[in-house]
């Protein structure tokens, strides 16, 4: 079966430094299955089926990722998945304290699932897809940040 674990997020869109931590992920697991939190609250640009969509194209030819979205409970979806280790980003110190705050809270509702923070290397730890989405809106060309096809996705939403 081998290793597997989760790495959970919203992918609103999916970036560079996403991708990068995908890539560093799976030379540590044997699967990890990116997790596409459908979070209508948190007011996605993306339908969480486009978000899957772009993750499926961003990773094609990476072995052993599985992309799905989930709803609910992060530690729920880990545990229905058959694993037990969550996945994060850090980027800056700037995020340290929200994600702390998280797996505290995620090590109290399940101990049996431990977080694991990754780094993306430092060419894309200040990315952020909202900066991202904000940094189009006003005219930017973010294609240093995001495949192509996520660059003519934010097109169609944005202009």
Do not use: W
């Not at 409970?73 to 998280?102: A, C, H, T």
């Amino acid at each position: 079966m081998g290793l597997k674990a989760v790495y959970p997020g919203t992918f609103d869109p999916v970036t560079y430094g996403h991708i990068d931590l995908i890539k560093r992920a799976v030379k540590i697991f044997d699967t990890v299955i990116i997790a596409v939190a459908r979070n209508a609250d948190k007011g996605p640009l993306f339908t969480a089926q486009e978000r899957v969509s772009m993750l499926k194209e961003a990773t094609k030819g990476i072995r052993g990722v599985v992309i799905e979205d989930f709803d609910g409970l992060v530690v729920n979806y880990v545990r229905k998945k058959g694993s037990s280790v969550m996945i994060r980003g850090l980027r800056m110190i700037s995020d340290f304290e929200y994600e702390f705050q998280m797996a505290l809270t995620n090590r109290k509702l399940a101990q049996d699932i431990e977080t694991i923070f990754m780094m993306p290397s430092e060419s894309y730890c200040y990315l952020s897809s909202k900066l991202i989405k904000e940094a189009f809106a006003l005219g930017a060309d973010v294609k240093a940040f995001v495949p192509g096809f996520v660059t003519k996705a934010l097109a169609k939403k944005l202009r």
